[in-house]
C-alpha cells in the first residue's frame, strides 16, 4: 500500500516557476515508477511525466524541456519542475505511483496508487 500526497501548488504567474512535491507512504517506494498526471478544467486526465526508481524518465511530448521530473529515494519523494509557466498549465497535478517502467507508465496511464491532487492556476 503507498500513499501520496501533493504539495507546492498554488497562484502563479506566467513565465514564472513551480516546484511540485508529492511525498510517499510505504516502505517499497524505490519499487514503484511515479509519475504526474494534470486535468484542466473540462478536460480529461493527462500523462505529464514519470520516472523509474533507477532516475530513467519519460515525457509527455508537450512538456519535453520544459518540466523536469526527480524523484529522492531515500525521503520517498518525487517533485516535478515547471518553468515558463503558460495559462495552459492550469490544471490539478496528480501523482501517481505504478508497478511499471516510466514508459510502460506513461503510455498505459495503468496506476496502482493516486495522490488527492495539487491545484496549479497560472496567471496571464
Known amino acids: 500500500q503507498v500513499q501520496l500526497v501533493e504539495s507546492g501548488g498554488g497562484l502563479v504567474q506566467a513565465g514564472g516557476s513551480l516546484r511540485l512535491s508529492c511525498a510517499a507512504s510505504?516502505?517499497?517506494?524505490?519499487?514503484?515508477?511515479m509519475g504526474w498526471f494534470r486535468q484542466a478544467p473540462g478536460k480529461e486526465r493527462e500523462f505529464v511525466a514519470a520516472?523509474?526508481?533507477?532516475?530513467?524518465?519519460y515525457y509527455a511530448d508537450s512538456v519535453k524541456g520544459r518540466l523536469t521530473i526527480s524523484r529522492d529515494n531515500a525521503k520517498s519523494a518525487v517533485y516535478l519542475q515547471i518553468n515558463t509557466l503558460k495559462a495552459e498549465d492550469t490544471a490539478v497535478y496528480y501523482c501517481?505511483?505504478?508497478?511499471?517502467?516510466?514508459?510502460?507508465?506513461?503510455?498505459?496511464?495503468?496506476?496502482?496508487?493516486w495522490g488527492q491532487g495539487t491545484q496549479v492556476t497560472v496567471s496571464s
Open positions: 510505504g516502505r517499497t517506494f524505490y519499487s514503484y515508477a
Open positions: 520516472i523509474r526508481y533507477n532516475g530513467d524518465t
Open positions: 501517481a505511483a505504478a508497478w511499471s517502467t516510466a514508459q510502460a507508465l506513461g503510455t498505459t496511464g495503468q496506476v496502482h496508487y
